[in-house]
T-cell receptor, first 113, second 111 residues
Framework: EAGVTQSPTHLIKTRGQQATLRCSPI?????VYWYQQALGLGLQFLLW???????NRGNFPPRFSGRQFPNYSSELNVNALELEDSALYLC????????????FGPGTRLLVL | TQLLEQSPQFLSIQEGENLTVYCNSS?????LQWYRQEPGEGPVLLVT?????EVKKLKRLTFQFGDARKDSSLHITAAQPGDTGLYLC???????????FGKGITLSVRP
């Protein structure tokens, strides 16, 4: 069984640009979560999508947004990139909506110059 | 806000040694998860503990959930270089099962 996949693995942008990150959950999982892992800050919850709807949002500005497609894959968009957005962005999925057991992908490393 | 504090922050030991690391909170959690993350990769789920006092074993790793469900420990017996990594504990917070993570414990096992 394939795990959570993310693309691209690395992304380099300049300040002010937009970044789009993609995630495919484990087959059969309907919930997708996004986390940011920045140096020194640990993993911080960004967004939770289930059945195409945004269910919960972490303490991040509105320029962090996303969506979930009918096939349950998801996209994270970050607009007006700032240097502090440089981080590893992790996607996770769970079998049960809002499930406590989440399985993570390998992440997308975003570097903002 | 439910916070998870992990200690020690860094640990460097020799192959074959035993170690115990901790995940503590002042809040009660319905469950706690332990993950291991290697550089450049996503966290890999090791175990979920649910019942107060529960002990789970995964080969040389022993996980315990505190009786009051506020803390957890991870004990590694005869550590090996392959155990090197960042160990994260996490627990669900809020009504929508957002996972809150501790900052992690960086373990280095020297051959």
């Amino acid at each position: 069984e394939a795990g959570v996949t993310q693309s691209p693995t690395h992304l380099i942008k300049t300040r002010g640009q937009q970044a789009t990150l993609r995630c495919s959950p484990i087959s059969g999982h309907t919930s997708v979560y996004w986390y940011q892992q920045a140096l020194g800050l640990g993993l911080q919850f960004l967004l939770w999508y289930d059945e195409g709807e945004e269910r919960n949002r972490g303490n991040f500005p509105p320029r962090f947004s996303g969506r979930q497609f009918p096939n349950y894959s998801s996209e994270l968009n970050v607009n007006a990139l700032e240097l502090e957005d440089s981080a590893l962005y992790l996607c996770a999925s769970s079998l049960i909506a809002g499930g406590e057991t989440q399985y993570f992908g390998p992440g997308t490393r975003l570097l903002v110059l | 806000t439910q916070l998870l504090e992990q200690s020690p922050q860094f640990l460097s030991i020799q192959e074959g040694e035993n170690l115990t690391v901790y995940c503590n909170s002042s809040s009660v959690f319905s469950s706690l998860q332990w993950y291991r993350q290697e550089p450049g990769e996503g966290p890999v789920l090791l175990v979920t503990v649910v019942t107060g006092g529960e002990v789970k074993k995964l080969k040389r790793l022993t996980f315990q959930f505190g009786d009051a469900r506020k803390d957890s420990s991870l004990h590694i017996t005869a550590a090996q270089p392959g155990d090197t990594g960042l160990y994260l504990c996490a627990g669900p917070t809020g009504a929508n099962s957002k996972l809150t993570f501790g900052k992690g414990i960086t373990l280095s096992v020297r051959p």
